[in-house]
C-alpha cells in the first residue's frame, strides 16, 4: 500500500508566480490536511479537505492561498504571486474513511523556495 | 487554545546512552498524543501514539513513551541511542472535539560517537 505522494518534492518560484502543489493520499483514504512548516519551526494547520468538500480552512491565509480535492485526483494546494516569506515545506497528510481519524499519515513533503 | 511544549531545541546524548525527550501540553481533557520523526528533508513518520489505552506506549525503533496526565506530559524514551536516532522529533496533539494536529517546535536528537 503506498503512502501518501506529495510533488513536485522541491518547487523553485520566483516572486510572483502560482506554485501548484499536489497530494495523493494513501488508498483508501478521502480525508486530506495541508500543513505549513516554516524554517525552525513546528508545523501549522492549514486546510482540512474530504471529496470535494472544505470542511475546515481556518489555517490557511486570508489572500492568495487555495485548496481543493476534486473527487477524482490529487488534492492540490495552491499559492498565487508567491511571496519570499511563503518559502516552507508543506506537508500534506491523510486518514481514513470515517472510523479511526486518529492518526494522519504524511507525505514527504513539497519545499517551495521562492526567489 | 490548546498548545504543546517541547522543552530542549536541541539535545545532544552519547551513542549507547539513554534518550529522553520532553513534550508536556495544555489541556483539561487529555487529547489524542503523538510522537513524529522527521529525516534531514524528509517527511514526518510516526513514531507512537497515544489514544487512552495503556498510559506507556511502545513505538517503532525501540522507542516508547509515557502518558501522565497528572504532569500533563508525554516524554519521549529510548534507553540506548544510536547513531541512526539522529533526527528532529515532533511532539503533536489532536484535541478529541477535532482534527487539527497542533504541534510543538521539535527537538533535534544530536548522537555523539
Known amino acids: 500500500n503506498a503512502g501518501v505522494m506529495q510533488n513536485p518534492r522541491h518547487l523553485v518560484r520566483r516572486r510572483g508566480q502560482e506554485a501548484r502543489l499536489r497530494c495523493s493520499p494513501m488508498?483508501?483514504?478521502?480525508?486530506v490536511y495541508w500543513y505549513r512548516q516554516l524554517p525552525e519551526e513546528g508545523l501549522k494547520f492549514m486546510v482540512y479537505l474530504q471529496k470535494e468538500n472544505i470542511i475546515d480552512e481556518s489555517g490557511m491565509p486570508k489572500e492568495r492561498f487555495s485548496a481543493e480535492f476534486p473527487k477524482e485526483g490529487p488534492s492540490i494546494l495552491r499559492i498565487q504571486q508567491v511571496v519570499r516569506g511563503d518559502s516552507a515545506a508543506y506537508f500534506c497528510?491523510?486518514?481514513?474513511?470515517?472510523?479511526?481519524?486518529?492518526?494522519?499519515?504524511f507525505g514527504p513533503g513539497t519545499r517551495l523556495l521562492v526567489l | 487554545a490548546q498548545s504543546v511544549t517541547q522543552l530542549g531545541s536541541h539535545v545532544s546524548v552519547s551513542e549507547g546512552a539513554l534518550v529522553l525527550l520532553r513534550c508536556n501540553y495544555s489541556?483539561?481533557?487529555?487529547?489524542?498524543l503523538f510522537w513524529y520523526v522527521q529525516y534531514p528533508n524528509q517527511g514526518l513518520q510516526l513514531l507512537l501514539k497515544?489514544?487512552?489505552?495503556a498510559t506507556l506506549v511502545k513505538g517503532i525503533n525501540g522507542f516508547e513513551a509515557e502518558f501522565k496526565k497528572s504532569e500533563t506530559s508525554f516524554h519521549l524514551t529510548k534507553p540506548s541511542a544510536h547513531m541512526s536516532d539522529a533526527a528532529e522529533y515532533f511532539c503533536a496533539v489532536r484535541p478529541r472535539s477535532n482534527y487539527q494536529l497542533i504541534w510543538g517546535a521539535g527537538t533535534k536528537l544530536i548522537i555523539k560517537p
Open positions: 497515544y489514544t487512552s489505552a
Open positions: 497528510a491523510s486518514s481514513p474513511v470515517g472510523g479511526n481519524q486518529e492518526t494522519q499519515y
Open positions: 488508498k483508501g483514504h478521502s480525508h
Open positions: 489541556s483539561s481533557v487529555p487529547p489524542y
